[in-house]
């Protein structure tokens, strides 16, 4: 199944909140240690992420996405009077420079949407302060599209790791450090479970029978096997090669923190 936003009070919220806060908590750890004071967070969605960021670092946080629908919802559900939310457009980062520059930028799952991404990074590189943080994430095609074509129909391109270091150095973000949003041997072993059930709800019969039940019971069922924080971790790699060599069974999200000026990210 396809995900592209959860919704809060929904099933595929229940199901895959943890999977998509642990980058945001990973970023926010970073960032807080840093003492950043403005952050923005570049196709926010819904906005729990950057409801997130503004809590956990005391930071001003600006939340743009091209969705209306999905900034409507952001204002309802996370309203925080250190956040605030705007409709932009990723390639040029218009509305958001008015309230820049940026100490960080932060952006999840979002240039492998894009149909030129480098354009985004570059708007990026504008757009946060000299020495601030670019961190940035996006799916790790030798796990979710090894036989090289993307199974979400979303996606216009997904990259390797060594494809994604050179559209960041093509941006001009050349001293990146690479992480790894991994399955830990709980997750991994509760995934595979999923992906049994999965199977077995595909037969029909097992879905009609649940319709009944939910019709008699008056309610619906929630996720099975929601996914927890206990599920993921996120580990630090040296470089692209040593996360291509894990192959299939590396990390599904490649993460990368960088300077915006080179300098050691200690």
């Known amino acids: 199944m396809t ?13 895959y909140y943890a999977n998509h806060i642990c980058r945001y908590m990973f970023a926010s750890e970073f960032l807080r240690r840093r003492g950043v004071k403005t952050v923005l967070d570049a196709a926010c969605g819904v906005g729990y992420g950057s409801d997130y960021l503004a809590s956990f ?49 932060v952006s999840f799952e979002t240039i492998e949407h894009l149909q030129q991404p480098q354009r985004f990074l570059e708007a990026c590189g504008r757009n946060v302060c000299s020495g601030g943080f670019l961190i940035v994430s996006t799916p790790n095609k030798c796990v979710t599209s090894p036989l090289g074509k993307a199974k979400n129909a979303f996606h216009e391109t997904e990259y390797s790791p060594d494809e994604f270091v050179d559209l960041l150095a093509n941006a001009g973000f050349v001293n990146v450090q690479l992480f790894g949003q991994c399955y830990t041997p709980i997750g991994r072993i509760r995934n595979q479970v999923r992906g049994q059930l999965r199977s077995m709800l595909s037969n029909p019969f097992v879905r009609l029978g649940r ?32 996360i291509s060599r894990v192959g299939v069974d590396g990390p599904f999200a490649i993460i990368a923190i960088t300077p915006n000026k080179p300098r050691p990210l200690t």
């Open 57 to 105: 670092t005391n930071a001003r946080v600006v939340g743009i996405d091209r969705s209306e629908d999905a900034l409507r919802l952001a204002a309802q559900s996370f309203e925080n009077p250190a956040v605030r939310f705007l409709r932009d457009d990723c390639n040029t980062l218009k509305e958001a420079s008015i309230h820049g520059p940026y100490d960080a930028i």
């Open 211 to 242: 319709s009944i039940q939910s019709v008699l019971r008056g309610r619906k069922f929630g996720a099975l096997l929601p996914e927890t924080l206990d599920d993921f971790e996120v580990k630090s790699f040296q470089c692209a090669d040593e």
């Open 3 to 15: 995900i592209e936003r959860i919704v809060p009070h929904t099933i595929e919220w229940e199901a």
